[in-house]
């Protein structure tokens, strides 16, 4: 029997392909591959670009879909699989957030970027925030969606964690059955529409490879508060947050934006939770194609390739 999600995969990445962006495997270095979706024709000197980082769940393409189609004509729209998602993987032992951002880096180099906006959800999210910090010459802007600048160890994130009813982030991210895939997506749901079992057991067989090395990444992902000092971002940070995000809250995003003071803006959205890019595209989208209008206006002659 065909499973579905492969599928839709197989489908998703011929869209993908008409709408101007292909997949590329960039060696990072011996032992490390990333898979980047990156436009067909590069460089494109009259596009600024756009890069999306997706969260612990899925890859690139299945998490920024709706995004991807909708801004590939005016945008050179990046795509990367993280480290141990979609087709990245490495024999590195490091499992740590700036080791991420050091590879999409180098990748992104490697494909010739020399700025652009990063757009981050969830870990990707986290992921987005450490390159701004690192490579302020590569990130103009960052807008980080249903998402904390790092996860540490304070309670009122692990409250939320533990009042959905998981005692570890890997119980929740790493289910093991139909019901706990499930579970999930209600989680990360404001409403979920009735699908059939079917669906989550065919994404419970190709969405969750490389568990033992995800659990890692877990683990080295939560850090103790006191070792956290909250960087002096040059860059202006755009976030974005399901009003019904039931693992990242409003009230932690509202957090973020006071300590970040004037170099960041908020922008929530009804009837979303933490996949609000894919719960509510079309409200997403248009959010973000105002931000990104703010970032890149016509007085800008900044253009992001060499």
Known sequence: MVNTIKLYQSLLRAAMKLAGVRPRKIEIEPGTAMNFWAPTRTPNKNKNAVVFLHGFVGDGMITWQFQVLALARKYAVYVPDL???GGSATGDSHRTVDFQAECVAKGLAALGLRQCTVVGSSYGGMVGFKLAESLP????????????????????????????????W?????????????KMFEVGSHKLP????????????????????????LEALVIPEKDFILPDYSQKVHLVCG????????????????????????????????????????????????????????????????
């Not at 890997?170 to 499930?182: I, R, Y």
């Open 83 to 85: 480290l141990f998602f």
């Open 170 to 182: 890997s119980d929740l991210l790493l289910p093991n059955s139909v019901g706990e895939v499930k």
């Open 137 to 168: 010459e590569l990130v103009k802007s960052v807008v980080a969606t249903c998402t904390v600048l790092v996860l540490t160890e304070v309670p009122n994130i692990f409250s939320s964690l533990e009042r959905l009813g998981f005692p570890a």
């Open 243 to 306: 009003v019904d995000d039931k693992i990242f809250n409003v009230g932690l995003v509202k957090d973020i934006k006071e300590k970040l003071g004037n170099k960041a803006s908020l922008e929530c959205i009804e009837k979303a939770g933490h996949l609000a890019m894919l719960e509510r595209p079309f409200v997403y989208n248009k959010c973000l194609k105002r931000i990104l209008a703010s970032i890149y206006d016509k007085r800008s002659n900044e253009f992001s390739y060499e």
């Open 194 to 217: 009735r699908i059939p079992d079917r669906v989550f057991k065919d994404g419970l067989e190709v969405m969750f490879d490389y568990r033992k090395e995800r659990a890692e990444l």
